[in-house]
């Protein structure tokens, strides 16, 4: 039997205009606090939430004169635990976490990282969304209600031989989302995590396209993801419809995981 040419499933732009709709879910009277919003998946999953009607505050390194936005650097302890404070004080309370705020590791062997590089990643990538987590699980256990969505990634799901750094921070990031999963479930507060493969954003500045290509060529739908593709399913995991599921890991990776 022919079945035709393997395709790529495509974008052009009428799946383009798809992936960039303001269809979501209702966020009216919620506030979410996105860390790493001011970019990339950050930035996608804040314009989501806002779309649906919710106070988005972006917390984030660099953020201008944006409205809602606070500089804050996650691996601050002090300044986040501030952050989910002024929130709280401002906008009369939080129910949705988003841990966006990451950054890469460089492309190498394992025994070649240095200290700093090691310690840097760690910092941002899992001290940060545990600095995030806890200041939000505080508040959220208190009013017995919450959604967090961490931005882990696939990388976290096994070891990487050229990415060891960040695969190890992001496996951390899993593995927190389990353990705030597990105890915040009976203070009706839900904690999951995404795992995205390749995505367009700024971080993936610094990789060459030889890397580039190798790295799209084991994702089984054969093609980079857009930001707005992992918003759709971290706006999901940030509502009300979400019922289900706690300290679960969910792929956005084009099947990556299963190559
Ligand atoms: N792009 C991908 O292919 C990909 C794949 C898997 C996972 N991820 C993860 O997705 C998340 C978002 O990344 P992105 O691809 O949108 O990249 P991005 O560079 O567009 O966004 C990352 C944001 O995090 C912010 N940030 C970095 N360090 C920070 C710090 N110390 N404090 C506060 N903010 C900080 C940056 O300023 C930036 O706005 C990251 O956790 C990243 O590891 C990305």
């Excluded at 201008?64 to 986040?80: I, K, N, Q, R, S």
């Excluded at 969910?250 to 995981?257: C, E, H, L, P």
Aim: hydrophobic share 45%; aromatic share 4%.
């Amino acid at each position: 039997m022919d079945y035709g040419k393997p395709i790529i499933v495509p974008i052009n732009s009428i799946e383009v205009a798809a992936i960039t709709s303001s269809n979501t879910y209702d966020f009216h009277d919620r506030v979410a606090l996105v860390t790493g919003g001011a970019s990339g998946i950050g930035a996608a999953t804040a314009a989501l939430l806002r779309a649906g009607g919710a106070t988005v505050v972006v917390a984030d390194l660099v953020v201008g004169d944006a409205e809602h936005a606070l500089g804050c650097d996650v691996t601050d302890a002090a300044a986040v635990d501030t952050v989910v404070d002024t929130v709280v004080r401002t906008h009369g309370g939080l129910d949705i976490l988003v841990c966006a705020a990451g950054t890469p590791g460089t492309v190498g062997l394992p025994w070649e990282i240095g200290d700093e590089e090691w310690r840097r990643i760690s910092a941002v990538n899992l001290d940060g969304t545990f600095h995030a987590c806890r200041a939000a699980a505080r508040h959220m256990a208190q009013r017995r209600r919450g959604r967090i969505v961490n931005v882990a990634s696939v990388a976290g799901t096994r070891g990487q031989a050229s990415l060891a750094a960040y695969a190890a921070s992001k496996a951390g990031v899993v593995n927190l989302t389990q353990s705030f999963g597990v105890a915040l479930a009976s203070y009706g507060v839900l904690v999951n995590c995404v795992t995205p493969g390749v995505i367009r954003t700024p971080l993936l500045e610094g990789v060459d396209d030889d890397a580039l290509d190798a790295m799209v060529s084991r994702m089984p739908i054969g093609r980079m993801g857009e930001p707005e593709e992992v918003a759709r399913l971290i706006a999901f995991l940030a509502s009300d419809d979400l019922t289900f599921s706690t300290g679960a890991t969910f792929d956005v990776s084009a099947g990556r995981t299963l190559t």
